[in-house]
């Protein structure tokens, strides 16, 4: 995850929620984050676009943010 940050902190804004934290259940709910490493790439409007579960593979993740970044406006 600190590589996906440190490529992308320009573009895109990245936000880690606590499951254990009452104030991230709100957005555990409105996302469907059930389990701990749930990764969910949203749009400017909030919507989702990707989400990965489990282990990230970095490269794959990095070539997916890439390929979404280039298709958007």
Do not use: C, H, K
Not at 11 to 30: G, T
Not at 64 to 72: K, M, R, V
């Amino acid at each position: 995850m600190d590589r996906l940050e440190r490529d992308f902190s320009a573009q895109i804004e990245f936000f880690v929620l606590d499951v254990d934290m009452a104030d991230s259940r709100l957005y555990m709910d409105e996302y469907a984050i059930r389990t701990r490493s749930t990764y969910v790439l949203l749009d400017a409007a909030g919507e989702e676009v990707m989400r990965w579960n489990g282990p990230l593979d970095g490269d794959q993740v990095a070539a997916d943010i890439a390929s979404f970044l280039e298709s958007t406006p």
